[in-house]
């Protein structure tokens, strides 16, 4: 049976294989944390399938231009034990204590999959997963956490604090643990943030002002509304430091939409989006939806094409047809319908 390696990492599949010994990039591994010892995570495992995902986004996004450099993050919070084989036993694991502000005693003993600071989306497909990922741990109190992969152990850290820098979890790791406590169940069992580039130029022009950038993006393809609305557009965050607790409890309060369906995304403003889904690829799917309408019209503006957005009414005429279609379908029997008296709908597009 062949195996599609499309969103597998090669070296779980044994494709790829660590390099020898004593060689000068096996001790660059080893200092970007790979542990020779350790069993390998399964391609098929909850963890191996995520770690998979995060290699294509990478790539993708990265292909296809959506990011700025490779600048961004990922995370998942698992719902399978990984076998501890595969792990740093958590005696020997870093330990770090995480802002006075973030406690999540409720991911005590859960394990979150994160992309590590410094490392780069489009590499995490080609590379050993240890050495662009690291899985953390949460302890008791919610405010320690131990990182389980993706480092070298305490020890080894002790023996060289001269030498390199010790591998970190995204800075932004504070933002998923919160987020992940407070709304896994609700399905945000993921996220991803880019830094994509078309969304941040647009967020420099005239269109920047959160009350005009989404009906600006919205003008423009007519399932956002469709998709969108129902859940408040994308949520504004006002520029701020990336990496501090306060931008992650307006990112909750902003996702948690006041009790209204949750929101898909976010925007920082000038910096990127933030997006969560039932798992990576899902998550990916919003910020990219929104980046490329963005490039759509950014590309337009540039070629003086007259690429005119809709108008507000043509958007609500839209939204009109799309639910009363709906509504009407949802009404119709169950059974099997007449295919030669098929049931019309007396809603057509018929824009102003």
Not at 219 to 241: K, L, Q, W
């Amino acid at each position: 049976m062949r195996v599609d390696s499309t969103l597998v990492n090669p070296y779980l599949i044994n494709a790829l294989t660590a390099p020898p010994p004593q060689t000068y990039r096996y001790e660059r591994w080893r200092e970007r944390g790979y542990h020779p010892n350790l069993h390998p995570i399964s391609p098929d495992s909850e963890c191996g399938t995520l770690i998979g995902q995060m290699g294509w986004v990478g790539a993708h996004a990265h292909a296809h231009d959506y990011l700025w450099a490779t600048a961004g993050n990922m995370g998942a919070i698992l719902t399978e034990t990984i076998d501890n084989a595969c792990l740093i036993s958590y005696e020997a694991s870093p330990r770090y204590q995480l802002p006075p502000q973030i406690v999540v005693k409720g991911l005590a003993g859960r394990h979150v999959l994160l992309t590590k600071s410094g490392s780069r989306l489009d590499m995490i497909g080609i590379e050993h997963p240890a050495l662009n990922l690291t899985l953390v741990e949460v302890e008791p109190d919610g405010t320690h956490y131990r990182m389980r992969f993706g480092t070298p152990d305490q020890t080894t850290l002790d023996r060289n604090q001269n030498g390199v820098a010790p591998p970190a979890p995204t800075s932004e790791m504070f933002h998923y643990l919160l987020i992940f406590e407070q709304l896994a169940e609700h399905g945000f069992n993921a996220l991803v943030h880019l830094q994509p580039k078309f969304l941040n130029l647009i967020s420099r022009t005239e269109h920047g002002a959160p009350d005009k950038f989404y009906d600006f993006l919205r003008g423009y393809e007519p399932e956002t509304p469709i998709i969108y609305d129902p859940s408040g557009g994308i949520g504004f965050v006002e520029e701020r430091a990336p990496g501090i607790p306060e931008l992650s409890y307006e990112s909750l309060r902003l996702f948690q939409n006041g009790g209204d369906p949750a929101r898909h995304i976010l925007y920082w403003v000038g910096h990127g989006t933030f997006s969560r889904g039932s798992d990576i690829l899902d998550a990916y799917k919003h910020a990219e939806y929104f980046e490329a309408a963005a490039r759509m019209a950014w590309e337009a503006n540039q070629q003086r094409v007259d690429a005119q957005a809709y108008t507000e009414e043509i958007v609500s005429c839209i939204l009109r047809e799309f639910n009363a279609n709906r509504e009407a379908a949802s009404k119709l029997d169950d059974g099997f319908q007449d295919a030669d008296n098929p049931v019309q709908s007396d809603n057509v597009y018929n824009y102003p």
